[in-house]
Each structure stands twice: as C-alpha cells, then as structure tokens.
C-alpha cells in the first residue's frame, strides 16, 4: 500500500480582512464602537454599555460626557432587532439621569421610543421603552412630548402585558401623564379605566397602588368618574377596604372613594352598597392618620348630599369628628375641620357642635399651621352663621382673639372666614363690645386692602357689623381704615361694592363721620354708582341719601327738597341748583372767593367768631370773611355795623337766661339789646372806633393767620333766633305758631309784596349792595332785608328748625321755593283712633304771610309756579 499525503489547508483570500479580537478596558473605546458598521460590534457594545451603566449614576454621566446618547439613539431604529433591543435597555437605565432626559427631549427622540412599545416587539423592549418613558414623564415637557406623539395609546395597551414589569413601567408613566388635563381629558376615549381596574387583581402591591392612585387623580373629571361606576369600580374599591391584608392600599381607596362620592349617582350606588358605614368606621377605628384623614374627606365629599347629612347624623358623626381634631396629624385635623363645616348645614349637627366641637375649633386657631387655622375658621364661619348661640359659644371659648390675630393672615382663605366669624358674632351688642375692644378696626386695614376680592368683601361686611356706635368709627378713622373702604365702593365685584356701600352707610350715623367721608370722596363715588343701573344697589342708595343728610347744603343743592326731618344747622349754605356730577365748593373756599356775577351764597349761622381777641369784641367777623384786611374804610365799615348789631357784656349774657335750643339764643338777646342803645351811647362808640380800628388791625395783621377759619357770623340771624324763641314758641297752637313765623320772615324781608308790585320789588340791587359791602358771593341770610321765594323760605325753614316747627323746604324753579308743612283737620282735633293722614299746606311768605295754602290747590299751585 501507498504511504497516504497530508492535504495542506488553502490559504485565505489576499483581498479578506482577517478576524480580530479585541478586549477593550476603556468605556471610551467601546463608545467609539457605536458608530461601527458591523451588527455584532454593535450588540456587543450595547451590551457592554448597559451592563456600564447600570452601575451608578457616575456611569450614566460618563457616557453623557463621551458622546454615548447621540450615537444610540440612532440604534433605536436599527434593522438589527438584537442591536435595538440593547440600545433600548440603555435608554431605559439612562433616563433616570436629569442631564440625559434633558439631552433626550432635544435629540426628539420620543418618536423613537415610543414606536418600540409596538404589539409584535419583544417583551424585553415593551419593558425598557416604557421605563424610559416612565421616567421621562415625571417632567412637563416630555410629558407634552410623549401625549403629542400618541404614546398614551399603546400605554394603555401594555397594562395587559403578561409582564409585570410592564405593566408596573406603563402605569406609573400613566399616572404621570393624567397630571396634565389634556393628558386626563383623553383616558376616556381610550377606553383606560377597564385595563387600570384589571391592575387590582395583580400579585404585586406596588402595581395596585400606582393604579389606585391613577384613579385618584382621574376621578376628577366628572366622565372618568362615570366610566368607573359603569364599570363596578366601587365595588372593587370596597372590597379592597373590606381585606385587612391590603391595609397598605386603603389610604389611596378612601381617596378614590372621596372623589366619587362628588357624583350623585355613585353616591346612591355606595350608600345603596353600605359603603358609607364603612367610611364612618374607618374614621373611628384608624389609627393611621392618613386613613383618618382620607375617610374624613370622603365623609365631606358625601356630607354635601342632605340625605347623607341626615344619615351621618344619626350614626352619630359628630362624636367621630371631633375626636378626629385632637389628632396629631395636621392633615386630619383639617380634614375633620371641613367635614364639620358641611355637617353643620345639618340644624341638629350644628346644635350638637354647640356642646362639644367649637372648644377644640377654637384651640385649632391657635395653631402654627396655617391651613389649620384655616380649616378651623370656616367651620366656626358656617357654625356661628344665623345661630346666636354658637356665636356665643366661640366667644366664650376665648375666640375673638385668635379671631382677630388671624385678620393678618398670609392666607386669604383663614382671613375671609375669621371676618366671617367676627361679624357673626357682632350681630350681638354684648359681643360687638368685646370685639371692639380688641383693636378690630385697626385689624381690618389689611384685609381692606387685599387684592382678593373675597377678603375685600368680608372685611367691609365685618366694619358694617362692628362700626354701629361713634366709638368704633373713630377708631375706624383714626386707623386710616375710610380711605381703603370708600376704594373699595370703586370695585367691580358687586358684592364688594354692596358690602362697602353697607359699611358706608353705617359710618355715615354722624355728622362728623360723613362730613369726613364726604371729603374723601365717598358722596361723588355713591352718586356715579347710582346713577348706573347695573352697579347701584340698595345699600349704595341709603349710604348716598345717608350721607346726603348729614351735608344738608349738598343735598339741597342736588334733589332741591329737605324734609322736616332735615334740621338745618350752623354753617348749612344754599349754593344753588347743581347737576349731578358738578363740583360742589365748600363752604370756606366760597367765603375765599372774590364776588361776581354768579347766584348769591345763603349762609346760616348763628354761631359768633371763635376765639375773638382777649382784649376787645370781635368786629371784624364780617369784613372779608377770612381774607387779610386791606383798608382802613372797610375795617371802619365793619366796625359800625357791629356796633349797631349790639354785642353785650359777658355780664349781660349771663344773666339772660337760655330760651332757644342752643347757647347763640342767649347770646344774640344782648345783641337786640345793643342794638337799642341810646344815641348818647352810640357817640361814645364812635369816639372810641379809631382805637378798636387799630386794635383790630393788629390782630388781623398778627393772630388771624394762626385763628382756625369759621364761618361769618351773623348777629342779625342770632336776634332772630332769640326773638321767635321768646314770642312764638309760647303759643300752644302749631297753626297759630306758623302764621306768626311767617308773618315774622315776611317783615324781615321786606314784608308783604302784592303780586302786581312783584316786580317792582328791588330785591337784585339790595343783594348786589350786600355781596360788595362783603367782598364775597357769600351773604348771611340775616342781613338780607329785601328777599323773595327762596330767601324767605329758607329763613322760614331755619327759624322753624329752631322752634321745633316740622316744614320741608322745597326747590322750585325761576327763584321760586316754599314751605310745606302738615296740619291736622280742625274737625279731627280731640278724636282718638282711625284719624286720617294730617293735610300738606304750603306757607305763604309773600302775598298773603300766614296764609296756608292746600298743597293741591289751584292758589298753591300759582304761589309756586306763576
């Protein structure tokens, strides 16, 4: 036999490269390999990188620093399914790092991933896809990014993954996205509530828990809500509180319970199911407090029903939720809070929390947390609202202080109800002065200038509430607290604009407080909202006409009517007919003005000057009204017509006795006394008017400029006064009182006037002597010798205010005005009971003084019109 060959091997091609192996220690090295060509390459560095990066976080930032993301992420698309599905596993470890997702979301490479969620991927990469999408949603704008490329869709398709870690990625990417409301405003389209319920049933607690609180969040929205109780979702929300081992569940089930319960229908369904007894044994027998707290929210939301309120009164809720306000949890305590703040619409609830509750609330006032605080006041704020003695209950609970301190809340909410609480509370008189006493107006300022409407209006409600007493509205005023109410009358919210109106009213009860709101601007305000039919309303009405008569002058001047109730006093002024809208001067800057042509000033005024100079009488009232004194003739001029008025000796005045109703009565008797000196007295005078000019100088020139301005007296109205004081007020009989007055304004000016001598009646150039003998368009009513309609009928009105006459004073127009007063009948005088309403006469001043005209007569009808 032959000896057998060896066959040589053939040597490989010249133009093949041949294998390599390479082992690499440098992550570097192997980023480098990403951008190779060869499949295997690829997969193998993949792989390498993943197992690199799921080391630690420092991993995850060196790959980012050596360029790995961009080159993988263009591996997602690769035609490789074992090069894709690695380069998916990175992504999923990688987007747990801020800087990754941060590059991701510029690289849009959502697309991407979301295309690897698709049915026939593997399962591998249906679980690294959605654990990349999982943690890129916990971000709003890869959140906008994954619903805009409709990754919602097969997300909710992989809850029925057989994987548990699927389902566990896609469900919590899920409830990151329903965070957003157009993300939530989808799920029901889709279809989501069936697979999410589904979830219940898996092995794997984390995945129950992240759809319960899936449907936490959904059940907002009133169509998910539907959908889950379409789907007998409460009854698996049930059982889950009926199994003990799942306690770990039951706090995130009571808050899916308390969302639905806001839904009548689930409502019934739960209370049909028994489900309500067993949030009241939750509420009990919890010893965890954010089971308390979720059950206590579920029992609020369910309360709002009155057949649940009934309900939950009778299995004695009330005991339950005030245990629950001693918890230690903050969120419990305001949880109870709000429960008991809708309980209490229930009159037997509200009844029993006067006995045990309003302590624990009040102490719950004190508290650091200010949401507490919060809670506790608008349940005190719905407790003490039409029940008095709740009211009563918190104060003496030591409530108002807490109450007040609270008006400095940061929170809107907590100042709101304690503003609530107050004026609850100030709705009685012995409460309202122990309010008052602890500072409350000054406390109000604050929430007076509160930019949250809500607060403005409470605030101005609690100041109509407490300012009912001059005390109060001092203290009101001197804190500043006018200024930002009467802003508040500029509001758009009609409630804020009716409860500042309300406020406006109530401190409009004096003189002093009204003429300080109406030099703030109040009236003008309360005018322009009346005057427009949707922002006026009843309250804005009353305070302008409330306001109107405490500055009488402006309210004649605008409605030209004052009643018999409107008492005209010193300093009150007839400036005229206005226009809503004009200017209304006061009185000091008319008295300032030079004269001219425009209608004459009346002035009443039966004050002297104030403060006159130690060592002579006053003389020099008249002589410009205020104005320096520019020549020696009018301060002359002036001297001598106060000689001829008559100012008495202190001693003289004195021993006249007070007859009127106010102390110039007596005053003005010296002067009619003066006024008759014997003319070898009147000598005497003259030759000391040099003397008392130059003294008078010297004090015009010194000490006028530091003398607090008043109004020109006028000693011939203050005779008037004393004398009407002394000869009508006597006479028993009103009818025969105001023929006497009437006859008495008659002859002061000027008498009786036949109606065919009216026109020749020279009453125009005696007001025009007087407003230059003056300087000033203002003319005190009692130096007017020659007046007509308006000017005695405004003396008349004066003069009957004085005595106790009750007249109106009425505007008519052409210079015309008049007097109306009410009489009984002569055959009703002596008849007790069903007496018909008095008779309105009008006063005739001029033709016939004394005469009493019918007020619907044809002669009352010339008297005002012809």
């Given at each position: 036999?032959?000896?057998?060959?060896?066959?040589?091997?053939?040597?490989?091609?010249?133009?093949?490269?041949?294998?390599?192996?390479?082992?690499?220690?440098?992550?570097?090295?192997?980023?480098?390999?990403?951008?190779?060509?060869?499949?295997?390459?690829?997969?193998?560095?993949?792989?390498a990188i993943y197992k690199f990066a799921l080391k630690g976080e420092e991993n995850k930032t060196t790959l980012l620093e050596l360029g790995a993301v961009e080159p993988l992420t263009k591996l997602l698309t690769h035609e490789d399914k074992i090069v894709r599905r690695n380069a998916t596993m990175i992504f999923g470890i990688m987007a747990s790092n801020n800087d990754v997702k941060k590059l991701l979301?510029?690289?849009?490479?959502?697309?991407?991933?979301?295309?690897?969620?698709?049915?026939?991927?593997?399962?591998?990469?249906?679980?690294?896809?959605?654990?990349?999408?999982?943690?890129?949603?916990?971000?709003?704008?890869?959140?906008?990014?994954?619903?805009?490329?409709?990754?919602?869709?097969?997300?909710?398709?992989?809850?029925?993954?057989?994987?548990?870690?699927?389902?566990?990625?896609?469900?919590?990417?899920?409830?990151?996205?329903?965070?957003?409301?157009?993300?939530?405003?989808?799920?029901?389209?889709?279809?989501?509530?069936?697979?999410?319920?589904?979830?219940?049933?898996?092995?794997?607690?984390?995945?129950?828990?992240?759809?319960?609180?899936?449907?936490?969040?959904?059940?907002?929205?009133?169509?998910?809500?539907?959908?889950?109780?379409?789907?007998?979702?409460?009854?698996?929300?049930?059982?889950?509180?009926?199994?003990?081992?799942?306690?770990?569940?039951?706090?995130?089930?009571?808050?899916?319970?308390?969302?639905?319960?806001?839904?009548?229908?689930?409502?019934?369904?739960?209370?049909?199911?028994?489900?309500?007894?067993?949030?009241?044994?939750?509420?009990?027998?919890?010893?965890?407090?954010?089971?308390?707290?979720?059950?206590?929210?579920?029992?609020?939301?369910?309360?709002?029903?009155?057949?649940?309120?009934?309900?939950?009164?009778?299995?004695?809720?009330?005991?339950?939720?005030?245990?629950?306000?001693?918890?230690?949890?903050?969120?419990?305590?305001?949880?109870?809070?709000?429960?008991?703040?809708?309980?209490?619409?229930?009159?037997?609830?509200?009844?029993?929390?006067?006995?045990?509750?309003?302590?624990?609330?009040?102490?719950?006032?004190?508290?650091?947390?200010?949401?507490?605080?919060?809670?506790?006041?608008?349940?005190?704020?719905?407790?003490?609202?039409?029940?008095?003695?709740?009211?009563?209950?918190?104060?003496?609970?030591?409530?108002?202080?807490?109450?007040?301190?609270?008006?400095?809340?940061?929170?809107?909410?907590?100042?709101?109800?304690?503003?609530?609480?107050?004026?609850?509370?100030?709705?009685?008189?012995?409460?309202?002065?122990?309010?008052?006493?602890?500072?409350?107006?000054?406390?109000?300022?604050?929430?007076?200038?509160?930019?949250?409407?809500?607060?403005?209006?409470?605030?101005?409600?609690?100041?109509?509430?407490?300012?009912?007493?001059?005390?109060?509205?001092?203290e009101l005023r001197n804190s500043g607290g006018l200024e930002p109410l009467i802003e508040l009358l500029r509001s758009k919210n009609d409630e804020v604009r009716r409860h500042a109106s309300w406020a406006v009213m109530v401190c409009a009860g004096d003189e002093l407080m009204a003429a300080e709101l109406c030099r703030l601007g109040a009236l003008e305000i309360l005018e322009e909202i009346n005057l427009?039919?949707?922002?006026?309303?009843?309250?804005?009405?009353?305070?302008?006409?409330?306001?109107?008569?405490?500055?009488?002058?402006?309210?004649?001047?605008?409605?030209?009517?004052?009643?018999?109730?409107?008492?005209?006093?010193?300093?009150?002024?007839?400036?005229?007919?206005?226009?809503?809208?004009?200017?209304?001067?006061?009185?000091?800057?008319?008295?300032?003005?030079?004269?001219?042509?425009?209608?004459?000033?009346?002035?009443?005024?039966?004050?002297?000057?104030?403060?006159?100079?130690?060592?002579?009488?006053?003389?020099?009232?008249?002589?410009?009204?205020?104005?320096?004194?520019?020549?020696?003739?009018?301060?002359?001029?002036?001297?001598?017509?106060?000689?001829?008025?008559?100012?008495?000796?202190?001693?003289?005045?004195?021993?006249?006795?007070?007859?009127?109703?106010?102390?110039?009565v007596s005053k003005s008797a010296t002067k009619e006394k003066g006024s008759r000196k014997s003319k070898g007295k009147k000598e005497e005078e003259k030759q000391k008017e040099e003397e008392e000019v130059t003294v008078v100088l010297k004090w015009a020139g010194e000490g006028n400029q530091d003398k607090e301005w008043s109004p020109p007296a006028d000693p011939d109205f203050c005779a008037y006064v004393?004398?009407?004081?002394?000869?009508?007020?006597?006479?028993?009989?009103?009818?025969?009182?105001?023929?006497?007055?009437?006859?008495?304004?008659?002859?002061?000016?000027?008498?009786?006037?036949?109606?065919?001598?009216?026109?020749?009646?020279?009453?125009?150039?005696?007001?025009?002597?007087?407003?230059?003998?003056?300087?000033?368009?203002?003319?005190?009513?009692?130096?007017?010798?020659?007046?007509?309609?308006?000017?005695?009928?405004?003396?008349?009105?004066?003069?009957?205010?004085?005595?106790?006459?009750?007249?109106?004073?009425?505007?008519?127009?052409?210079?015309?005005?008049?007097?109306?007063?009410?009489?009984?009948?002569?055959?009703?005088?002596?008849?007790?009971?069903?007496?018909?309403?008095?008779?309105?006469?009008?006063?005739?001043?001029?033709?016939?003084?004394?005469?009493?005209?019918?007020?619907?007569?044809?002669?009352?009808?010339?008297?005002?019109?012809?």
């Amino acid at each position: 036999m032959g000896k057998k060959i060896k066959k040589e091997a053939e040597p490989p091609p010249k133009d093949v490269f041949d294998p390599l192996t390479i082992e690499s220690k440098k992550v570097a090295t192997v980023v480098l390999m990403l951008n190779s060509p060869e499949e295997e390459i690829l997969a193998k560095a993949c792989e390498a990188i993943y197992k690199f990066a799921l080391k630690g976080e420092e991993n995850k930032t060196t790959l980012l620093e050596l360029g790995a993301v961009e080159p993988l992420t263009k591996l997602l698309t690769h035609e490789d399914k074992i090069v894709r599905r690695n380069a998916t596993m990175i992504f999923g470890i990688m987007a747990s790092n801020n800087d990754v997702k941060k590059l991701l979301r510029e690289l849009d490479v959502m697309n991407s991933v979301i295309a690897q969620l698709a049915p026939e991927e593997e399962v591998v990469i249906h679980e690294f896809a959605s654990l990349c999408l999982a943690n890129m949603s916990a971000e709003y704008t890869s959140k906008v990014q994954i619903f805009e490329h409709g990754g919602l869709e097969p997300l909710i398709r992989l809850l029925s993954s057989p994987d548990p870690d699927v389902k566990k990625n896609s469900i919590e990417c899920i409830y990151n996205l329903v965070q957003d409301f157009k993300c939530r405003a989808t799920l029901p389209e889709l279809n989501a509530i069936p697979p999410i319920l589904e979830l219940f049933k898996s092995e794997y607690p984390i995945i129950q828990l992240l759809a319960l609180k899936t449907l936490g969040v959904i059940t907002n929205d009133k169509e998910s809500r539907a959908m889950l109780r379409d789907n007998q979702g409460m009854d698996h929300l049930i059982k889950i509180l009926e199994a003990k081992e799942l306690n770990d569940l039951h706090i995130e089930a009571l808050s899916v319970i308390a969302n639905c319960l806001e839904d009548m229908d689930t409502m019934v369904q739960i209370q049909q199911t028994g489900g309500l007894k067993k949030l009241l044994v939750f509420a009990e027998n919890s010893t965890i407090p954010d089971i308390q707290k979720n059950a206590a929210k579920a029992i609020t939301k369910a309360a709002y029903e009155p057949e649940n309120r009934k309900f939950f009164h009778e299995q004695e809720v009330e005991k339950c939720l005030v245990t629950l306000l001693g918890s230690e949890s903050d969120g419990t305590k305001i949880a109870a809070s709000q429960a008991i703040s809708v309980m209490c619409e229930n009159s037997a609830s509200k009844e029993f929390f006067n006995h045990q509750g309003i302590p624990q609330l009040v102490q719950l006032l004190k508290s650091d947390n200010e949401e507490v605080r919060e809670a506790a006041a608008l349940a005190l704020a719905n407790l003490t609202t039409c029940n008095p003695i709740n009211a009563n209950a918190a104060a003496e609970a030591d409530g108002i202080d807490p109450l007040v301190n609270i008006l400095s809340s940061k929170r809107d909410g907590a100042v709101a109800n304690a503003a609530t609480v107050l004026t609850n509370m100030a709705m009685q008189e012995a409460l309202r002065g122990s309010i008052q006493s602890h500072d409350i107006m000054h406390a109000l300022i604050g929430p007076l200038h509160s930019a949250n409407m809500v607060v403005q209006s409470k605030a101005a409600l609690t100041i109509a509430a407490t300012a009912c007493d001059a005390e109060a509205r001092t203290e009101l005023r001197n804190s500043g607290g006018l200024e930002p109410l009467i802003e508040l009358l500029r509001s758009k919210n009609d409630e804020v604009r009716r409860h500042a109106s309300w406020a406006v009213m109530v401190c409009a009860g004096d003189e002093l407080m009204a003429a300080e709101l109406c030099r703030l601007g109040a009236l003008e305000i309360l005018e322009e909202i009346n005057l427009s039919v949707t922002r006026k309303n009843k309250f804005s009405e009353v305070a302008y006409n409330k306001l109107l008569n405490n500055h009488l002058s402006l309210k004649y001047s605008q409605t030209g009517y004052l009643s018999s109730s409107n008492i005209i006093s010193d300093g009150f002024y007839d400036y005229g007919r206005i226009n809503p809208g004009t200017k209304f001067w006061p009185l000091k800057d008319l008295c300032l003005q030079e004269p001219n042509d425009l209608r004459t000033i009346l002035l009443v005024n039966s004050k002297s000057d104030v403060s006159p100079p130690p060592s002579t009488e006053d003389k020099s009232s008249e002589v410009g009204y205020g104005r320096s004194i520019s020549s020696s003739s009018s301060l002359r001029r002036a001297s001598k017509e106060k000689a001829s008025a008559g100012f008495g000796s202190p001693t003289e005045e004195k021993s006249e006795p007070a007859s009127g109703r106010n102390t110039a009565v007596s005053k003005s008797a010296t002067k009619e006394k003066g006024s008759r000196k014997s003319k070898g007295k009147k000598e005497e005078e003259k030759q000391k008017e040099e003397e008392e000019v130059t003294v008078v100088l010297k004090w015009a020139g010194e000490g006028n400029q530091d003398k607090e301005w008043s109004p020109p007296a006028d000693p011939d109205f203050c005779a008037y006064v004393y004398e009407v004081t002394k000869s009508i007020l006597p006479i028993t009989d009103i009818r025969e009182q105001i023929e006497a007055l009437a006859k008495y304004v008659a002859e002061k000016m000027g008498g009786k006037i036949p109606k065919d001598k009216l026109q020749d009646f020279s009453w125009e150039l005696h007001i025009s002597e007087l407003k230059f003998q003056l300087k000033s368009n203002v003319v005190p009513i009692g130096q007017i010798k020659k007046g007509i309609f308006y000017h005695r009928a405004l003396l008349f009105k004066a003069l009957a205010d004085r005595i106790g006459i009750g007249c109106s004073l009425v505007r008519g127009e052409y210079g015309r005005a008049w007097n109306e007063v009410k009489l009984m009948n002569e055959s009703q005088k002596g008849v007790i009971g069903g007496l018909p309403p008095p008779e309105e006469y009008i006063v005739d001043l001029m033709f016939h003084p004394g005469a009493l005209m019918k007020l619907k007569s044809k002669e009352a009808d010339r008297y005002r019109f012809l």
